[in-house]
């Protein structure tokens, strides 16, 4: 606690006894060499492992003295070593004086009990000087009883007296090697409480200060104050302190163990006395050596310390359970800094924590349990793993990578995956909504995390050109469709946002527009549309997300529609009788395309058609009706045995069903010439009247398909709770080839939509480069188009005289008036 070099106030005089003995030994030999003053600085004496005392008889100081001399020149440990003669040089011992070393068991001047035989050293010439053999003690020896006690009081008077500047009773050497004992025989640890004696000094010298202040106060306020070279009183105590009691290396490097200690114990989980940690770095931050003693070495072993338990947790623990211990030291650093630590000390120390806990670890980390803890939505985890990376510099970035690879491989699952198709547009729906709850809440609505994820379903969702676009349109058709009675209107809406949502990332749009309309025609022209208001939602949904040409063909089919109901009005105003029949007039550029069928209606539709046809072009001169007969549908007044029923049919239905007015039986062959509906058309509607719920006819033999020598006859015997019953046609399922003449009719489309747009770039520029016009095209246009075949829409229109090449330069056009 206090230098060691300091030389005892009044040193005790050595005996008379003691001084003669000292002078008269001497070694012919080299080995002991004559008494001679030294003075030993405080390195040497860190290597010093025997005390001596103040002699009190000739034998126990010569002894001493030898021992000293020893030391210097062979050092030999008297405390650690046991010392034994090879050989016995009795024969020259009458030549030379003896010295005796203590015989048998005593206590050495410090205390230590020391067991040795009856060693004998005797001078002989040089020529016959024998070395010494230094072995080691075979059992360590040990502290006798109440040693330790006892070595406190001399400490504690040591102390006291030098204090008090008083004489001390025990050599100073003595007292060093007393202490080098205590901790050699692993009793640091109760050194480490004489931390608590620091403290009461430095508290005791605060309080003695404050009253000599108060003593000297106008001598303070006046002399002191004039004379700025000087410091305060008070200024002039800290500087007292510092210089005489904490600038000893000792006293400050124990200082600094012992707090070290006490808070390398409170991480560990141990209670510790906050106060007096709290009282102690308060008194190094008075003295203004709080950062050159404390806080350098309180941050490399903080580094070093969670350096190490970064590494180990990390191979240990889930990356859950990581990130709630890496809070949890955040939390307890910040408390320190709060309860005991100098507020300059949070900044280094936080970054330290986060560097060594977060920083060395962010990849690790994510590719470890990232994946983990979004496929399983652990919204805490996500909050806290956003939150941790956010202190540290590139944490975000780093997180913000991994979250675009996971969403573009996690959709990408779903897309490519042909299987997934009925569930594609569902599961991209829940995906969205997954993630868009994640960002939310567990990333704080961070912009960047918002348009990565956008980035990123719009790359995977095309990674499969157009299928998604027809998947979506017929996912619209299913929610608007009648008889879907999942949702209200409210939920309908809600549900038509978020499709929207998806519409938004597919690039081929206008594959979408194709099936949507063709769907959008079936709904209209049946009756099929669960409600108008939610159908005008939609289309003013494209509208604003597509623009006012995108659906002007969807707007044009509900005029049609509108335009219809008031021509029906007029139409039965202006004909006389009751003439049951509805008719919707189509304007052919806004509905999909139909292959008209021929087909033999009876007399009285035909009667129907062309009074209407009359009195349509009589209003609407030079126009042309195309009679859509796949489109109709009728409804049958029937008499069964149980009683009449209403039948709700298709036109195809209703022609097969009249047939039976004239006959019992019919073949196959038979309907076919009388109806000339088409084979596959006539077998569909037979197998819903034949083998569907409801059935009206009964087929000979019974199968579910209908073969080429069937027998068909009306089921008098039918029988139904209700009294009108809709007989649904077999919908026939969309074959690929349907689906490529879909796909073909909206690639047609695009080659008109690619040469009117670069017909209209050339008619505007006159003169532009290939790159140059390949560029602006791409702007102008909202599908994807390959570079090949924009160069074969550009040679088309090259061969059609709409443009040509510069002669000069093959790669620039010239447009053609």
Known sequence: MFPTGLPSPNPPPPTQEAK?????????????????????????????DTISSSPKSLSSSTSQHIQKKLRFEDSVDFIGLDV???????????????????????HHANGLTKTAGSNTFSNSKPSAAKKLVIKNFK????????????????????????QNSTSIKYNLEELYQAVENLCSHKISAKLYKQLRKIDKCWQDHCRQMIMIRSIFLFLDRTYVLQNSMLPSIWDMGLELFRFHIISDLKVQSKTIDGILLLIERERNGEAIDRSLLRSLLSMLSDLQIYQDSFEQRFLEETNCLYAAEGQRLMQEREVPDYLHHVNKRLEEEADRVITYLDQGTQKPLIATVEKQL?????????????????????????????QLFSRVRGGVQVLLQHWIEYIKAFGSTIVINPEKDKTMVQELLDFKDKVDHIIDICFMKNEKFVNAMKEAFETFINKRPNKPAEL????????????????????????????????????????????????????????????????????SKLKHECGAAFTSKLEGMFKDMELSKDIMVQFKQN??????????????????????????????????????????????????????????????????????????????????????????EFSLDEIKLATGIEDSELRRTLQSLACGKARVVTKVPKSKDVEDGDKFSCNDDFKHKLFRIKINQIQMKETVEEQASTTERVFQDRQYQIDAAIVRIMKMRKTLSHNLLVSEVYNQLKFPVKPADLKKRIESLIDRDYMERDKENPNQYNYVA
């Open 575 to 664: 004909i006389p009788g009751n003439i049951e029949l509805t008719v919707n007039i189509l304007t052919m550029g806004y509905w999909p395309t139909y292959v008209p069928m021929e087909v033999h209606l009876p007399s009285e539709m035909v009667r129907l058609q062309e009074i209407f046809k009359t009195f349509y072009l009589g209003k609407h001169s030079g126009r042309k009706l195309q009679w859509q007969s796949t489109l109709g549908h009728c409804v049958l007044k029937a008499e069964f045995k149980e009683g009449k029923k209403e039948l709700q049919v298709s036109l195809f239905q209703t022609l097969v069903l009249l047939m039976f007015n004239e006959g019992e």
């Open 84 to 106: 034994k003669m090879t050989e016995e040089f009795a024969s020259c011992s009458n030549k030379s004086k003896n010295v005796f070393l203590p015989g048998g068991v005593g």
């Open 358 to 386: 977060l920083g060395e670890h962010l990849t690790a980390t994510l590719q470890k349990g990232l994946t983990h803890l979004l496929d399983e939505n652990r919204i805490q985890d996500l909050s806290l793993l956003y």
């Open 472 to 539: 979506i349109a017929k996912h619209v058709d299913s929610k608007l469709r009648a008889g879907n009675k999942e949702a209200t209107d409210e939920e309908l809406e809600k549900m038509l946002d978020k499709i929207m949502i998806i519409f938004r990332f597919i690039y081929g749009k206008d594959v979408f527009e194709a099936f949507y309309k063709k769907d959008l025609a079936k709904r209209l022209l049946v009756g099929k549309s669960a409600s108008v208001d939610a159908e005008k939602s939609m289309l």
């Open 139 to 162: 059992d360590k020896p040990k502290l006798p009883e109440n040693y330790t006690h006892e070595t406190w009081q001399k400490l504690k008077e040591a102390v006291e007296a030098i």
């Open 20 to 48: 003669t003995a000292a002078s008269d030994v001497k070694h012919d030999s080299g080995i002991i060499t004559p008494s001679k003053k030294r003075k030993i600085n405080s390195a040497e004496r860190e290597d010093i």
